[in-house]
C-alpha cells in the first residue's frame, strides 16, 4: 500500500490471504531477529542479542528441526554474512545455502547477496527438494547500503528513493520465487526490523526500538489461512514459528513466546469449535503485549541497552533516563 515504492506481487499475496496491520520484531537486529522468528523464542529465552559473536545455542529447538522430525525436507538460502552458518540458524536446514558470492566482494560495507541472485540460488534450491518441504528464502535488499538496479531506483519517489526503489527490487524477485511455488505452498512473508530513516534522529535501525525500526510487515497466505483478511490485532515476530507449524500440524512445544494466528488443520468438531472461539481469540490477541529490545548500543558503545513493551497503543521504553 505504500504509494512510494511498486510491490504488486507483495500486494496479491495479501489480497489472496491475510496481512497482519500490527506486527512488532523483537530487535532492530538482524540476528537475533531472526532466531526469533525461527524459533518462536524471545531473545532473552533464545540468548542472541547482537549481530557477530552471538551463537544460537542448540539447545533451542527450531521450527526447521520440528518440521524435519516430522518428515519435510528443509532448505535456506541467506542473503546477508550476518546470518551465515556459523551463528548456528542452520540447525534443522538439510541445506544452508549461505554462499554469497560476487556480493563478498561487491564493495558494500556489508557483505550480501542481491535479491536476483537470491531467488536464483532459491529456484536451485527448490528444484532438488521432495515434498513436503520448508524453504526460508531471505532477502536484504531493503537494508542499508541502499543501491537498487537503476530502474527501480529511476521508476520509485518519495523522500527514501533508494530505499523505496530496493523495496520494488526484492517485491520483483519475490514474484519469480512465488511463481515458480506449487499452488497449495503456504507462504509467510516477514521483516525482521524496519529502518528508522531519521526518526528519532537515527538514519538506519539497531539502536532504537521504536516503530519505524520495530514494526513490520507480516502476511500470510496458503491452505488453512483465511482469504482477504486483514488483523489489526497486535502480532509479534515470536508468532511465525507456531504459526507455521500449526499449518503444517505439527505439535506446538511447550514454552513458546508466540502464538499460533491461524487454528491450522483442524476438521469436524475441532473446526467447529474453533470457528466458536475465533472471534474471542481475536479479541484476546488484541489485548497481548510484545517485547523487543535493543542491545547493540550495549554491545558496540556500552551504552544502556534498551526494552520495551508494548500492547500496539501504548509503548514502554526502559531506558536510564525518561525520554
Same mark, same amino acid.
Given at each position: 500500500g505504500w504509494p512510494h515504492a511498486a510491490t504488486p506481487h507483495?500486494?496479491?499475496? $495479501?489480497?489472496?490471504?491475510?496481512?497482519?496491520?500490527?506486527?512488532?520484531? $523483537? $530487535?532492530?537486529?538482524?540476528?537475533?531477529?531472526?532466531?526469533?522468528?525461527?524459533?518462536?523464542?524471545?531473545?532473552?529465552?533464545?540468548?542472541?542479542?547482537?549481530?557477530?559473536?552471538?551463537?544460537?545455542?542448540? $539447545?533451542?529447538?527450531?521450527?526447521?528441526?520440528?518440521l524435519s522430525q516430522a518428515g519435510y525436507d528443509t532448505a535456506a538460502v541467506v542473503s546477508a554474512v550476518v546470518l551465515a552458518r556459523r551463528h548456528g540458524l542452520d540447525q534443522g536446514f538439510r541445506l544452508y545455502d549461505d554462499d554469497l558470492g560476487a556480493g563478498v566482494s561487491a564493495g558494500s560495507a556489508v557483505e550480501e547477496r542481491q535479491a536476483e541472485a537470491t531467488t536464483t540460488a532459491a529456484l536451485a534450491a527448490l528444484a532438488g527438494m521432495r515434498p513436503p518441504f520448508f524453504l526460508w528464502v531471505h532477502y536484504y535488499d531493503p537494508h542499508e547500503e541502499y543501491r537498487p538496479p537503476s530502474r527501480f531506483a529511476d521508476a520509485a519517489s518519495g523522500p527514501h528513493r533508494l530505499y523505496d526503489g530496493e523495496i520494488a527490487y526484492m517485491d520483483s524477485e519475490i514474484g519469480r520465487l512465488l511463481a515458480a511455488l506449487p499452488a497449495a505452498t503456504v507462504v509467510a512473508a516477514v521483516g525482521d526490523h524496519g529502518e528508522m530513516l531519521g526518526e528519532h534522529g537515527e538514519l538506519t535501525h539497531g539502536l532504537l526500538p521504536f516503530a519505524g525500526a520495530r514494526r513490520v510487515p507480516l502476511l500470510l497466505a496458503g491452505p488453512g489461512v483465511p482469504a482477504g483478511r486483514t488483523s489489526n490485532c497486535l502480532t509479534a515476530t515470536a508468532d511465525v514459528a507456531p504459526t507455521l507449524l500449526a499449518l503444517a500440524g505439527v505439535t506446538l512445544p511447550d514454552g513458546l513466546d508466540g502464538r499460533a494466528l491461524v487454528r491450522g488443520r483442524l476438521s469436524g468438531d475441532a473446526a467447529d469449535a474453533a470457528d466458536a472461539a475465533e472471534t474471542a481469540a481475536d479479541a484476546a490477541d488484541c489485548q497481548r503485549v510484545a517485547y523487543s529490545e535493543s542491545f547493540l548500543p550495549f554491545y558496540a558503545y556500552k551504552w544502556y541497552p534498551l526494552r520495551t513493551l508494548s500492547d500496539g497503543r501504548a509503548l514502554y521504553l526502559q531506558a536510564p533516563r525518561p525520554g
Open positions: 507483495l500486494d496479491a499475496l $495479501a489480497s489472496r490471504g491475510m496481512r497482519f496491520e500490527r506486527c512488532d520484531s $523483537a $530487535a532492530p537486529v538482524t540476528l537475533p531477529s531472526h532466531a526469533t522468528i525461527l524459533s518462536g523464542l524471545f531473545p532473552p529465552r533464545h540468548g542472541v542479542r547482537d549481530n557477530g559473536t552471538f551463537v544460537l545455542s542448540p $539447545a533451542v529447538t527450531t521450527v526447521a528441526e520440528l
